[in-house]
């Protein structure tokens, strides 16, 4: 096996592994992690409005910041063990720092500056890419990370699991007991899938999956209040069930009990309608319509209720069957309509928190208003989530975001008695948030990380919006007859690559947004001794799904899939001729975009190998990270894309070699963008991606990284690995699908078997 500071042309030995069965698999990284020395990267832009006192950071016990330009960057990074129960986060000194270069793909024209000259400071100049951000000490005051908080209040530089104590008891006897009377009045305390009532879980486990609940999924998505739900769960049993349905997918072993109380929670739901009785809906009101007067339902559900809907929502889109997900999309209309009918993402009274014009933070009105604006706004984030993730047309659009954004995680899960006393800053909607980054270059005061979260997804959505916007709507009314292009207007419209000039300059400012955002999350990073929060694999996630072609990507590995299962069919040709194409338009009239959604590909992995939280992205990110990756090889091997890339007058860069997986300096990652084709970009496992062979091995290396789940490494005998979510066991057939069709194209043919569109085209 490779070594990652091997050489490109280092021979390597065969590894074993990759004949094995899956199962067998899942003990690829069943190794220890070496303690990485300190790393130096410079992560703060130029134009950054604070000062950072570099003495201010960690030094972890060797007398230097963990961004000591000083630093030595350690050799062979060595992949870490994912345990059963909980990952060991090993408190690495490094700085992970892919940070994008952009540029436009309307900005065809070749730059006469050379990869290390370029002088513009953002993205949205157009300049291929910006000018390498260089770390600068200042000695005119220092910046702690929460300097723009009051004293006493924090953003969260605390691990995410601070709020996962397990001393306290989150599932009483009574709100067990409740939960069974409950199931048991309604008829729910036996299903007709033929599992026994006995095999309830029992109060001790039940107990264990809320606090694993509250461990690893609530950090990440926090809109549920630790205390309050412990306080109230005796009378919110819906709440509990659902709850304890999203914890049991993080205990290993536990499958028969997340299928008991998820069926058992799909049909109280069911019954219930999320607060609409189905007795109700057979009733016809014969009352006149009054002009003006909303249609939504006068009988919406409770905030509890809905929370326990949007759980139900995760398991069903996250659960990888065609059931499930066909249900998903019926649930998630319920939701949005229920949502809107309690106007929980609208600017009124009901939600507002604005906490400088709160007399008492932490009352229970306070808490209220809180919880219907984080419950409102989780959901508009898992509807984005799902148009990226599946390809479906969201129901609620960032203009429906009206309410403000939540307020800091330490007030939401603190108590009252820790509050500070010098008040609190001004909360802001989502927009005005937006509008902070795009147009004033820095990121809004007081934002804790699942506004951020936020942030990134609302970027996703204004930036789709922009690219698919029409030519029309970029245009200036005159009163003059102006010519109208018809070629242009026959190109087909593509969700990621830019149409008109407006579109580039929207796409490339989304990207300068990100690095904002990014920068930030590094300086948090730094706090925490190179620990890599969830943020860091949202902003990673976000670059490649903005930046890649993803619908034409994930087509193209269905239909290579369905050619291994049901052989060719007969327009087979026409789809793969037309990933073919689109493939070749990213790869070469995009090609800078291309290998810096790359970068952030390589990035994801590394994340994922060392800081994996097992969250309902992951599964998602790994796939299009890795199908992103191998398209990229596989195109690149075309002799289109070879004629048109490497037809150009730039030489062989200095360094020629990088680890596209490991932390990079800013000016290595933007030498890559500029001339990447002509260097020897490595990842772990896969080698130089630019070698035709790359192709199965990236294939190989992401069904690794979905099968070293925590859940995925408890068999130790032949049986189907127990997935945290279910849907990766679907990723994972999709990448062996590819591999398998890769393997019989190469056994039917001499020279051609690495080229991904002829060796396909020869199967049809």
Not at 403 to 408: A, E, Q, V
Request: glycine content about 6%; charged content about 20%; overall charge negative.
């Amino acid at each position: 096996m490779r070594r990652d500071n091997a050489a490109p042309n280092e021979p390597r030995e065969e590894n074993s592994i990759w004949g094995a069965s899956l199962g067998d698999v899942v003990t690829l990284y069943d190794l220890d992690l070496p303690d990485l020395g300190p790393l130096g990267i410079n992560w703060i832009s130029p134009g950054y409005q604070y000062d950072i006192d570099w003495n201010m950071l960690p030094n972890n016990g060797t007398g230097k910041s963990p961004l000591d330009p000083r630093g030595q960057q350690t050799p062979d990074a060595i992949i870490p063990t994912v345990h059963d129960m909980d990952h060991s986060f090993r408190q690495q000194t490094h700085q992970s720092t892919s940070l994008a270069i952009e540029t436009s793909s309307c900005d065809s024209a070749q730059s006469t500056q050379t990869p290390l000259t370029a002088s513009a400071e953002y993205y949205v100049n157009g300049d291929g890419s910006r000018a390498p951000f260089r770390g600068r000490y200042h000695d005119r005051g220092s910046l702690a990370i929460n300097q723009a908080l009051p004293t006493g209040l924090k953003i969260g530089n605390a691990p995410e699991a601070a709020y996962s104590s397990c001393s306290s008891t989150l599932c009483s006897e009574e709100a067990y007991g409740t939960l069974l009377d409950t199931l048991r009045h309604h008829g729910l305390d036996s299903i007709e899938s033929g599992i026994e009532s006995t095999a309830f879980p029992t109060h001790a486990q039940i107990e264990l999956y809320v606090q694993q609940y509250f461990a690893r999924f609530n950090p990440v998505f926090p809109f549920l209040r630790k205390t309050t739900f412990e306080e109230e769960s005796p009378q919110r049993w819906l709440l509990l069930l659902a709850v304890a349905a999203i914890g049991s997918r993080f205990v290993p072993g536990s499958r028969d009990s997340y299928n008991i109380l998820s069926e058992r929670l799909d049909a109280a739901l069911d019954r219930c309608k999320h607060g609409r009785y189905s007795v109700l809906d057979n009733v016809i009101d014969n009352d006149l319509y009054v002009p003006g007067e909303n249609l939504m339902s006068t009988s919406p559900a409770d905030v509890q209720t809905l929370q326990a809907g949007i759980l139900h929502l995760v398991c069903l889109m996250q659960s990888g069957t065609q059931g499930s997900m066909n249900k998903a999309l019926r649930v998630r209309h319920d939701l949005v309509n229920s949502c809107r009918s309690l106007k929980l993402l609208e600017l009124s009274s009901e939600n507002s928190s604005v906490l400088s014009t709160c007399t008492s933070p932490g009352s229970p009105s306070w808490l209220r208003s809180e919880a219907r604006i984080r419950t409102g706004i989780s959901l508009w984030l898992f509807d984005c989530s799902m148009m990226y993730e599946f390809g479906v047309r969201p129901l609620l659009n960032l203009d429906d975001v009206r309410t403000k954004l939540p307020s800091c995680e330490d007030i939401w899960q603190g108590s009252l008695q820790n509050r500070p006393e010098h008040g609190f800053p001004q909360s802001m909607t989502l927009t005005e948030a937006l509008e902070v980054l795009y147009m004033e270059k820095r990121l809004p005061v007081g934002l804790n990380e699942f506004s951020v979260g936020l942030l990134i997804h609302a970027i996703y959505r204004h930036t789709k919006d922009m690219l698919t916007a029409s030519r029309l709507r970029s245009w200036i009314p005159s009163a003059m007859a102006e010519h109208r292009s018809a070629i242009q207007h026959n190109r087909p419209s593509l969700d990621w690559l830019p149409s008109t000039q407006i579109g580039s300059k929207w796409r490339n400012s989304a990207c300068d947004s990100l690095d904002i955002l990014h920068w930030h999350a590094n300086s948090k990073v730094a706090t925490s001794s190179g620990f890599e929060h969830h943020t860091i694999l949202q902003l990673h996630l976000a670059r490649i799904t903005i930046l890649t072609p993803t619908g034409c990507i994930q087509s193209l590995a269905r239909d290579l899939t369905d050619i291994t299962q049901y052989g060719a069919q007969t327009d087979s040709r026409i789809c793969l001729d037309r990933a073919r194409n689109e493939l070749l338009q990213w790869v070469v009239e995009d090609k800078y975009k291309t290998r810096l959604a790359v970068i952030h590909c390589a990035a994801l992995y590394w994340h994922v190998r060392r800081y994996s939280r097992d969250s309902v992205q992951e599964p998602y990110a790994i796939f299009i990270a890795t199908l992103t990756l191998w398209s990229f090889c596989v195109t690149m091997q075309l002799p289109e894309a070879s004629e048109a890339i490497f037809n150009d007058r730039d030489g062989v860069p200095e360094p020629s070699f990088c680890h596209l997986d490991r932390p990079l300096d800013d000016e290595l990652v933007q030498l890559f963008v500029r001339v990447g084709h002509r260097m020897c970009p490595n990842i772990s496992r896969v080698g130089n991606i630019l070698d035709p062979q790359a192709a199965p091995n990236i294939l190989r290396e992401g069904r690794s990284l979905l099968l070293a789940g925590s859940r995925a490494r408890v068999n130790t005998d032949n049986t189907a690995p127990q997935f945290t979510w279910g849907i990766e066991e679907c990723y994972v057939k999709s990448l062996s699908g590819i591999l398998e069709t890769m393997a019989r194209a190469e056994r039917n043919s001499t020279n051609q078997s690495s080229l991904i569109f002829p060796w396909c085209l020869a199967l049809v």
